[in-house]
C-alpha cells in the first residue's frame, strides 16, 4: 500500500470553492489511478474523481463541470479542484490509489463542509 495523506478541507460558502491536496509517500507515476472519493454521513461512498496515469479523467455526474483533479507526479501529489460548491458537497474526501504493485490504498479523509 501506499501511504496518502490529505489536506486542504474546510468550511466554505456556497457557490465559494476550495482545493484539495493528496500527497503520497512514493513515486506515484506507474500508479494506474488516483482520485477522489467522497462520502457524507449515512450515506454510501461515491466516486468524485479519477485520474489515470495517462492522465485521463472522469467524474462522478453530480461534480462534473465544476470539480477539476489533476496529479503531478514530480510532486507525487493529486489535487481536486472544486468549484462552486454545494451544499450537497459537504462530506468526508478520501484520497485513493490503484496500482498494480501497491494495491487499494486509502487516505484518511478530510472534511469538506459548505454552509453560509
Known amino acids: 500500500q501506499v501511504q496518502l495523506v490529505e489536506s486542504g478541507g474546510g468550511l466554505v460558502q456556497p457557490g465559494g470553492s476550495l482545493t484539495l491536496s493528496c500527497i503520497a509517500s512514493?513515486?506515484?507515476?506507474?500508479?494506474?489511478?488516483m482520485g477522489w472519493y467522497r462520502q457524507a454521513p449515512g450515506t454510501q461512498r461515491e466516486l468524485v474523481a479519477h485520474v489515470s496515469s495517462g492522465h485521463r479523467t472522469n467524474y462522478g455526474d453530480s461534480v462534473k463541470g465544476r470539480f477539476t483533479a489533476s496529479r503531478d507526479n514530480d510532486k507525487n501529489t493529486i489535487y481536486l479542484q472544486m468549484n462552486n460548491l454545494k451544499s450537497e458537497d459537504t462530506a468526508v474526501y478520501y484520497c485513493?490509489?490503484?496500482?498494480?504493485?501497491?494495491?487499494?490504498?486509502w487516505g484518511q479523509g478530510t472534511q469538506v463542509t459548505v454552509s453560509s
Open positions: 485513493y490509489a490503484l496500482g498494480a504493485s501497491t494495491g487499494i490504498s
Open positions: 512514493t513515486d506515484i507515476s506507474g500508479i494506474n489511478v
